[in-house]
Structures are given as structure tokens and as C-alpha cells.
């Protein structure tokens, strides 16, 4: 069964920067895609960021330029850079994985973590 755990949420000012991160388990990590997607209080949740098992990134218009995903195979982790964010970012961010590409649609990914905060202040 995988197992994914988010962390390196919190608060952070608009124009800083924060680092996520995903811990996979119980799966054969480089065989998975990766993905980013969040979530605002009263929104539906929406595509961030994605990379497949060999490193190919798509990224959201709204974060493009900004956020960085990236993976380390060896560690069993995704990361999502977050810089310059803004305080339309604050969000629970969701780490997402499947044996196939899923793209932008979250209904179609498999497994998710339990979220981490994000809080952008102004």
C-alpha cells in the first residue's frame, strides 16, 4: 500500500519562500508519478505541479515560473519549491501518486497524503 506523507508546511511571507516535501513508503518509488495539487477553504482542489518517473514537470499557469517540483529517487521524495508566493498560494497541499500519468484532474490520481498548510501572509 503506498504511504505518502507531506511536511514543510507553514507560514511564510508573500515574496519568501518554502520547501515541501513527500515521503513515499511501501511502493516502488521510481515506478510512480509524482504530483502537487492544493486546496482553498470553499475551493475545489486544483492541479500545482506534476513529474513523471522520468522527470518530465507540468506545471499550473498560476504557479509556472515560480514553483519548482522535483524528485530524489533515492530518498523517495518529491519537493515542491515555492518561491515568491502569494497570498492566493495559502492552500493544503496535497502530495499525489499513480503508476500512470494522471495529469490536471485529481480524481484520477490514486493516492494522496494527508495535506500540509501552506499560509501565505501579505
Known amino acids: 500500500q503506498v504511504q505518502l506523507v507531506e511536511s514543510g508546511g507553514g507560514l511564510v511571507q508573500a515574496g519568501g519562500s518554502l520547501r515541501l516535501s513527500c515521503v513515499a513508503s511501501?511502493?516502488?518509488?521510481?515506478?510512480?508519478?509524482m504530483g502537487w495539487f492544493r486546496q482553498a477553504p470553499g475551493k475545489e482542489r486544483e492541479f500545482a505541479a506534476a513529474i513523471t518517473w522520468g522527470g518530465t514537470t507540468s506545471y499550473a499557469g498560476s504557479v509556472e515560473g515560480r514553483f519548482h517540483i522535483s524528485r530524489d529517487n533515492a530518498k523517495n521524495t518529491v519537493y515542491l519549491q515555492m518561491n515568491t508566493p502569494k497570498p492566493e498560494d495559502t492552500a493544503t497541499y496535497y502530495c499525489?501518486?499513480?503508476?500512470?500519468?494522471?495529469?490536471?484532474?485529481?480524481?484520477?490520481?490514486?493516492?494522496w497524503g494527508p495535506g500540509t498548510q501552506v499560509t501565505v501572509s501579505s
Open positions: 499525489t501518486a499513480d503508476l500512470f500519468y494522471r495529469g490536471d484532474d485529481y480524481r484520477r490520481w490514486g493516492y
Open positions: 511501501g511502493c516502488a518509488f521510481t515506478n510512480y508519478h
